[in-house]
């Protein structure tokens, strides 16, 4: 089963690199952009096939690792 | 004083803190290895030096913070034992909580390699004990993610305990934005544990303790640390 962990700065935490990639949209002549935020996305291979506990796996790793809950926030989906 | 220096792959600070270590103590440090999982016996003080560890991936400092020794580190700062981590080792101290807040990319996404100016906020502490209460020094920033981070409340309560050991400042002392080149809240450079035993700061004191290379401002936090922990 592959989970799918998205991470991303929490609202209202500083994110310098969304701010320069929002700047560099603009520059490049993109209108009516609003707010851009950067983060990162994590695939992971579980041999766990049970999704619920797929999931509950995906999200341990989340919180242990993938994810500084002090700044980040994350989402798993499953497929 | 015995100090231990941890090293993880990608760390290259190691031998200016081993230098610095030695001046002020007159001993050698012993070097640990990041799969050790233990320290030496008799170990005062553990280091966490700057570099790169791990290539930064995930995050600077998140995987060195998984690292075998950390386990050891723990225990060690649980029963009251001095950490210092400078850099990448604040990056760590985070990362493994050992210290509150995080680091993130500097405010102006450009990495850092500067002098800088710190005030030291408090001096009964191991690391301060040598300097003066609102003494200025100058130190040298060499970092891509040093923008220190907490909520509110977190800030907040470090300011109420006195956690806040140093602070970006001006040459002459004042606090201001001009002097907070990574962005950090409050312009925080180093912040200590309730116990104030652990110590986590980005700037680089081992850079300067010797007066053919750059001056000895950061030499006060090594003899203070030698002084303090000599008993110990």
């Not at chain 2, 081993?18 to 290895?33: D, E, N, S, V, Y």
């Not at chain 2, 986590?200 to 030499?219: A, F, K, Y």
Request: include cysteine; charged fraction near 20%.
């Amino acid at each position: 089963m592959r989970a799918k962990v998205t991470v991303m700065p929490k609202a209202g935490v500083l994110d310098p690199q969304g701010k320069a990639i929002g700047h560099a949209l603009a520059g490049l002549g993109f209108a009516g952009v609003g707010e851009v935020r950067a983060g990162k996305v994590i695939e992971l291979e579980l041999a766990e096939t049970d999704p619920v506990k797929a999931r509950a796996e995906a999200e341990a790793m989340a919180r242990r690792l993938l994810a500084n809950t002090v700044i980040e926030s994350f989402s798993v989906t499953l497929d | 004083m015995q100090a231990g220096i941890v090293m993880f792959p990608g760390t290259n600070r190691e031998r200016d803190m081993a230098l610095a270590l030695q001046r002020a103590t007159g001993r050698k440090p012993a070097m640990l290895w990041h799969r050790d999982t233990e320290l030496p016996a008799g170990t005062d003080l553990v280091v966490l030096p700057g570099g790169f560890s791990y290539g930064d991936y995930l995050r600077c400092g998140a995987m060195a913070a998984q690292s075998p020794i950390m386990r050891a580190i723990h225990d060690f700062a649980g029963r009251g034992g001095h950490v210092l981590g400078v850099c990448n080792g604040f990056q760590m101290l985070v990362e493994a909580g050992l210290l509150p807040g995080a680091l993130l990319r500097n405010a102006s996404l450009r990495f850092l390699s500067m002098d800088c100016h710190l005030r030291v906020e408090r001096t009964d502490t191991a690391y301060t004990c040598r300097f003066q209460r609102g003494q200025v020094f100058r130190s040298t920033m060499a970092h891509g993610d040093g923008n220190y981070f907490a909520d509110a409340a977190t800030l907040d309560r470090l300011e109420g305990e006195g956690l806040v050991a140093l602070r970006y400042a001006t040459a002459s002392g004042e606090v201001t934005e001009a002097a907070n080149r990574n962005g950090s809240a409050r312009n925080i450079a180093g912040i200590l544990s309730p116990n104030l035993r652990v110590l986590g700061l980005m700037p680089h004191p081992e850079n300067q303790v010797d007066p053919l290379i750059d001056g000895t401002d950061g030499l006060p936090l090594f003899e203070g640390l030698a002084e303090a922990l000599a008993a110990a």
